[in-house]
């Protein structure tokens, strides 16, 4: 209780840049090492061939998929949970973490199943071609059976994030990305699996992740996961909607998205769908830091709003808007003068690849600052439960605006149009998130305040 007690405190007196920093820094780690372990699959699979790298592109869809329900259950409990923390009410807490993780082990249970049974016509639906079909089959099948663990690892760690204890979120997610990484070119080249190998790699350091986050729920002063707490009553599941929903939106029109642009791709041969893959690797690898800065922004923001001090809730907004630009406007610099070498690291040899990559990679460096405030808006809305603009935000960027632009620009302007769609896309959303965030704004300006706000 003491515990608990002091991490309340810390919440609401603690200074804004050194409370918000010393939570993102372990979910910092964690998407970095998670988006480079994300980066290496992509290379060592590469050492097989350019439709093998196609297809893991192409799996990606449904690992998206996955990702998407882990971050609904995950998000939709963890908002709720912080601000049932903030407002002191810590049963309540306790019945919506068992209702999350347990309601997502079921859904992943069910999507595995399902992916399984229909798994050939899954892969062309997703955008396979005839060479790229047994990569992606070999591949999907084996991620399909990990889906009930990697779906509650999601929930497990957002629920520990907005708990404000993101150390043992870290040591999860790190722990089975290294394992990865690992694993990876053993199971691939020394057990000579293939592409198989690397999702069995996937799938086993997902589970070891699960046990640890499991783990992490039973230290500190963190609300322990008790089945007698499982509550799937029309109150918890509808909390679970309206905070998840933002992120199955965003989640799942980045699959919808990805095989769009798998599509799109194909028509101009694996070396495109290859390139687009590895690109969307290198820059979920640049956005890590911020969208780790984002998620240690959250539970400052959930305790903060759920105890009506606005003031701290806008104060480490701003913080992070601010940093995290400068943090992208570098990164943009950087990517753009070593486009070509990033993009042919993972495919040497491809020349396609590399000059293919290369554009998409340089068209999207001039929109990376514009993802500060669109990904950090769309935390915020989600977090103090503006559920119908987070989840339009959250679908604009990867649906709204960039399937259009992935179905429209090849059109008007070839390759050249594929290439550009995700920066066209970007700049739209980014227009929309300004009139979205000062209306968030102006409301809590009309809210009282708590003792101590302003």
Same mark, same amino acid.
């Given at each position: 209780?003491?515990?608990?007690?002091?991490?309340?405190?810390?919440?609401?007196?603690?200074?804004?840049?050194?409370?918000?920093?010393?939570?993102?820094i372990?979910?910092?780690?964690?998407?970095?090492v998670?988006a480079?372990?994300n980066?290496a699959?992509?290379?060592?699979?590469?050492?097989?061939?350019?439709?093998a790298?196609?297809a893991? #592109?192409?799996v990606?869809?449904?690992?998206?998929?996955?990702q998407?329900c #882990?971050?609904?259950?995950?998000?939709?409990?963890?908002?709720?949970?912080?601000r049932?923390?903030?407002?002191?009410? %810590?049963?309540d807490?306790?019945?919506m973490?068992?209702?999350?993780?347990?309601?997502?082990?079921?859904?992943?249970?069910?999507l595995?199943?399902?992916?399984?049974?229909?798994?050939r016509?899954?892969?062309r639906?997703?955008?396979?071609?005839?060479?790229?079909?047994?990569?992606?089959?070999?591949?999907?099948?084996?991620?399909?059976i990990?889906?009930?663990?990697?779906?509650?690892?999601l929930?497990?760690?957002n629920?520990?994030r907005?708990q404000?204890?993101?150390?043992?979120?870290?040591?999860g997610?790190?722990?089975?990305?290294?394992l990865n990484?690992?694993?990876?070119?053993?199971?691939?080249?020394?057990?000579?699996?293939?592409?198989?190998?690397?999702?069995?790699?996937?799938?086993?350091?997902?589970?070891?992740?699960?046990?640890?986050?499991?783990?992490?729920t039973?230290?500190?002063?963190?609300?322990?996961?008790r089945?007698?707490?499982f509550?799937?009553?029309?109150?918890?599941?509808?909390?679970?909607?309206?905070?998840?929903?933002?992120?199955?939106?965003?989640? %799942?029109?980045n699959s919808?998205?990805?095989?769009?642009?798998?599509?799109?791709?194909?028509?101009?041969?694996?070396a495109?769908?290859?390139?687009?893959?590895?690109?969307?690797?290198i820059?979920?690898?640049?956005?890590?830091?911020v969208?780790?800065?984002?998620?240690?922004f959250?539970?400052?923001?959930?305790?903060?709003?759920?105890a009506?001090?606005y003031?701290?809730?806008?104060? !480490?907004?701003?913080?992070?808007?601010?940093t995290?630009t +400068?943090?992208?406007?570098?990164t943009?610099? !950087?990517?753009f003068?070593?486009a070509?070498g990033?993009?042919?690291?993972?495919?040497?040899g491809?020349?396609?690849?590399?000059?293919?990559? !290369?554009?998409?990679?340089?068209?999207?460096?001039?929109?990376?600052?514009?993802?500060?405030?669109?990904?950090?808006?769309n935390?915020?809305?989600?977090?103090i439960?503006?559920?119908?603009?987070?989840?339009?935000?959250? *679908?604009?960027?990867?649906? +709204?605006?960039?399937?259009?632009?992935?179905l429209?620009?090849?059109?008007?302007?070839?390759?050249?149009?594929?290439q550009?769609?995700q920066?066209?896309?970007?700049?739209?959303?980014?227009a929309?998130?300004?009139?979205?965030?000062?209306?968030?704004?102006?409301? *809590?300006? !009309?809210?009282?305040?708590?003792?101590?706000?302003?």
């Open positions: 209780m003491q515990k608990a007690a002091e991490k309340y405190t810390q919440m609401l007196t603690a200074p804004i840049p050194g409370l918000v920093t010393r939570l993102a372990p979910t910092i780690i964690s998407m970095l998670t480079f372990y980066m699959d992509t290379f060592f699979v590469g050492q097989i061939g350019t439709s790298t196609a893991v #592109g192409v990606f869809s449904v690992m998206a998929i996955i998407a #882990g971050f609904f259950f995950g998000h939709g409990s963890g908002n709720y949970i912080s049932a923390l903030g407002a002191g009410n %810590g049963e807490a306790g019945r973490a068992a209702t999350g993780f347990f309601c997502a082990l079921i859904a992943g249970a069910a595995g199943l399902a992916g399984i049974a229909f798994i016509p899954l892969a639906l997703l955008g396979s071609t005839e060479t790229i079909l047994p990569y992606a089959v070999d591949y999907m099948r084996v991620i399909l990990g889906a009930p663990w990697m779906m509650a690892s929930v497990l760690n629920q520990l907005f404000g204890s993101a150390f043992y979120s870290m040591i997610i790190t722990t089975g990305a290294v990484i690992a694993l990876d070119p053993l199971l691939i080249f020394t057990f000579k699996l293939g592409i198989a190998g690397a999702a069995w790699a996937t799938i086993f350091s997902q589970f070891v992740s699960f046990c640890l986050l499991l783990a992490g039973r230290r500190g002063s963190n609300l322990l996961l089945f007698g707490n509550t799937p009553t029309p109150h918890y599941l509808r909390a679970i909607v309206n905070g998840g929903m933002p992120s199955l939106c965003r989640q %799942g029109l919808i998205g990805t095989i769009c642009l798998n599509l799109g791709a194909g028509v101009y041969g694996d495109a769908i290859a390139a687009m893959s590895i690109v969307g690797r820059v979920l690898f640049a956005n890590s830091c969208i780790g800065f984002g998620q240690g959250q539970p400052v923001c959930g305790f903060c709003y759920g009506r001090r003031d701290r809730v806008k104060e !480490a907004f701003w913080f992070c808007v601010h995290a +400068l943090f992208l406007c570098c943009a610099v !950087a990517a003068v070593a070509p990033l993009v042919a690291l993972f495919r040497k491809d020349a396609d690849v590399a000059a293919i990559g !290369a554009t998409a990679l340089r068209a999207q460096c001039f929109t990376f600052p514009l993802s500060a405030w669109i990904v950090l808006c935390m915020m809305m989600q977090t439960g503006k559920s119908v603009r987070a989840s339009f935000l959250a *679908m604009a960027r990867q649906g +709204l605006f960039f399937v259009p632009a992935v429209i620009l090849p059109r008007l302007f070839g390759l050249f149009g594929l550009i769609s920066a066209v896309a970007d700049v739209i959303t980014f929309v998130a300004i009139p979205l965030q000062l209306s968030v704004f102006r409301e *809590m300006d !009309a809210e009282p305040t708590a003792p101590g706000g302003h």
